[in-house]
């Protein structure tokens, strides 16, 4: 416990000398399925040459609402079909599932240990399983759409593991990543694509039906966090890179098409259910873009009036939410591309998470502050207070969209979304979060 004590005292002071203080901060992290590097692994290497992570380029305009260790995380969104987003919310308790429960994966950095584990959790019983001892693991994590595997990133190895099991296979290593890297894994579950830390220009795809290693793909990212999105067929995924640009990538043939200027420094890139527009937003800009993904030229810039930060679209694709400096967020109209009334959530908004049936969103920060807000009258409820939130926290809401689960510092916590009340914490002998999945 002092190991763990001295590791949160020193990331406070960190933050107190780096940032102004913000009541909660937002963490840039990739939630959903298949988050990329989160902060615990970048906390991993607070001992390892280089920092927390590399240094931006000089004049990168973080936004003013990202604390160190946000702008040390990595933004990646993939975004998958609606079939996701299926189920309603059913009035009953947190742990009041039916036979088929799903199962939660989450990352945990052992604090004062020494590597990583990932610990199951049945969410019909809210008991954990046996942990999935990963020594190497550090943050990267993503489940396939049939819930049947988990790939781990660690050192330069992406690790695969049965859900049926709870084993590790056979590492694939991944030969220029060094033990820095970004995952993230394509909708069809086949394909994971690696980003090093230290070499913003090239692109690793990873066969992991094959445990095969492509060809390079030659690009300039847009140094840290790399942005890397996938329209929901998987085909092309949309990279942010440099000189305000996005470009688009073919993932039949790992081939870059032309970049696409949109004036902005990609922050976040979500692109709609039916694949036909993107939306990007820029650090520092109070601006999001739409991209058309069919003709690749970008649209007329949305002004929100305030620094835009992450992006969610409903399962339905008819709203994009904007989280924006100054505590609000930010909801547009996919069909007319005009911004509504903003709403004041009353934290500095950072990733947006759905119920299935999109009636519901669940905003999370730094800090352990989660609030909820009604898509259909954009009005937000009761914060949800998480007692032992650390740095970073991670959110999944079930398949049948009757609970949420807050990974936090050393427990995770159920709370039902019919009530927005937390349940009995699950206390986990871990230290900070990282990425969390649920299978289907």
């Not at 046996?130 to 994590?141: F, V």
């Not at 595997?149 to 296979?169: F, H, L, Q």
């Not at 004036?263 to 990007?280: E, L, M, R």
């Amino acid at each position: 416990m002092s190991n763990l004590n001295d590791e949160l005292r020193r990331l406070a002071e960190d933050g107190a000398r780096r940032a102004r203080p913000l009541a909660v901060d937002d963490v840039i992290q990739r939630s959903e399925r298949g988050r990329g590097r989160t902060v615990a692994s970048l906390l991993r290497r607070r001992g390892r040459p280089g920092g927390l992570a590399p240094p931006a380029t000089p004049g990168r305009r973080w936004p003013r609402w990202v604390p160190p260790l946000a702008a040390a995380a990595v933004v990646i969104a993939v975004v998958v079909g609606a079939a996701t987003f299926s189920s309603a919310i059913h009035r009953r308790g947190p742990a009041e599932h039916g036979s088929a429960a799903s199962t939660m994966y989450v990352e945990y950095l052992a604090l004062g240990r020494g590597g990583g584990v990932v610990i199951p959790v049945n969410t019909a019983t809210n008991k954990t399983g046996k942990p999935i001892q990963a020594s190497e693991a550090d943050g990267g994590l993503a489940i396939t759409p049939d819930g049947k595997k988990i790939y781990i990133t660690g050192n330069d190895k992406v690790i695969p593991v049965s859900t049926a099991t709870n084993r590790p296979g056979k590492p694939v290593r991944v030969p220029g990543v060094a033990s820095n890297f970004v995952m993230v894994m394509d909708p069809d579950g086949k394909t994971v694509y690696c980003v090093a830390f230290m070499d913003y220009d090239t692109i690793i795809p990873v066969s992991m039906a094959t445990s095969t290693v492509g060809k390079p793909i030659a690009v300039s990212l847009d140094d840290s966090p790399p942005v890397i999105t996938f329209t929901p067929d998987g085909k092309t995924a949309y990279v942010g890179t440099k000189g305000d640009t996005i470009t688009p990538i073919n993932t039949a043939t790992n081939t870059p098409g032309t970049p696409i200027h949109i004036g902005i420094n990609a922050a976040d890139i979500a692109i709609t259910p039916d694949g036909k527009t993107a939306y990007v937003s820029g650090f520092g800009a109070d601006e999001v873009v739409p991209v058309s993904t069919v003709t690749n030229t970008a649209g007329t810039p949305i002004r929100i009036g305030a620094e835009a930060g992450r992006i969610a679209i409903t399962p339905d694709g008819k709203t994009v939410y904007v989280s924006a400096y100054g505590g609000v967020v930010v909801p547009v109209s996919t069909a007319t591309n005009t911004p509504g009334t903003p709403m004041q959530v009353g934290i500095n908004a950072g990733q947006i998470t759905f119920t299935p049936d999109g009636k519901t969103a669940y905003i999370e920060g730094v800090g352990g502050t989660i609030v909820p807000f009604s898509t259909a009258s954009n009005t937000p409820g009761k914060p949800i207070r998480i007692s032992r939130a650390g740095p970073a926290i991670s959110i999944v809401i079930t398949p049948d969209g009757k609970t949420a689960y807050v990974a936090a510092l050393n427990e995770i916590v159920p709370i039902s979304t019919a009530t927005n009340a937390p349940g009995k914490p699950i206390r986990v002998p871990y230290g900070m979060p990282g990425g969390a999945v649920i299978t289907p």
